[in-house]
């Protein structure tokens, strides 16, 4: 019995879900029951009756799903799999901020620890954020932990966002020049990034989406060749969903070390011992699931 079939086999037997990011590798995604962004998975997990969540992706994700989910048991395969912008942001340097600006509201992006959703006002996604910024009373926004889908927000409202110092380094990475020097190897093709990009790659970009935009962006577009601007990942999404387009990953540094760690291997033997399980602490889970109701209510 080769690894597909044994985790097939043991995830009927254990009532198991297995989700997997837009970012894993190939097989990963294939071998998942659903593939997608970090909110859209636990939501997924949270309305399935699967007793265990396999959730492949990284350690906020799946603190998420508990936070969403927590009478089911939650596993991620490798609990070093973690996301460095979520580890740029703690409580009490938050705590800190906020002295300076009383009036400010806390938003937090969805890549953060459960422990700083638990303390803020309300959570965004890279799609949700604009939208919901916008519906906010307070006119300032201590926008928490990634600097760059604050200053992409920036631009479409009138409120004064404060940028906390956070990025993702797969996305930071990534500069105009070699975004520029893509485009001249293609110059035909359309060119689509990720809100955690830079702003100066932002302004060079056709369309700046997130993941699951991008999903449904690409089913509506005639063009042929399309230069993806985020992780390597989600080529391989974008190919099963538009297999007759050409998909040219914006640079070959577009990946995230962390989201790699997930494997077959881990997988089978998460599904074997159950193990290792994620967890939140019910008092933080209890004020995080706060900050993602009131983000839902307003999306």
Sequence with gaps: MNLEESIARLKKEKKALIIAHNYQNPDVQDIADYTGDSLELSRIAAKNDADIIIFCGVYFMAESACILSPQKKVILPDSSAGCPMADMADVD???EMKKKYPEAAIVTYINSTAAVKAMSDICVT?????SVVNKLKEETILFVPDKNLAHYVQRFTSKKIIPWNGFCPTHENFTKEDLMAIKKQFPGAHVIVHPECR???IDLADKTLSTGQMVNYIRKI???QVIVGTE?????KLKKISPEKEFILASRDFICPNMKKISLEKILHSLVNEEPIVSVQEDIRVKALQSLQRMLELS
């Design 222 to 224: 005639a063009h042929h």
């Design 199 to 201: 702003s100066e790659v």
């Design 126 to 130: 890279s799609s949700n954020a604009v």
């Design 232 to 236: 390597k990942g989600m080529l391989h």
């Design 93 to 95: 340097s938050i705590l």
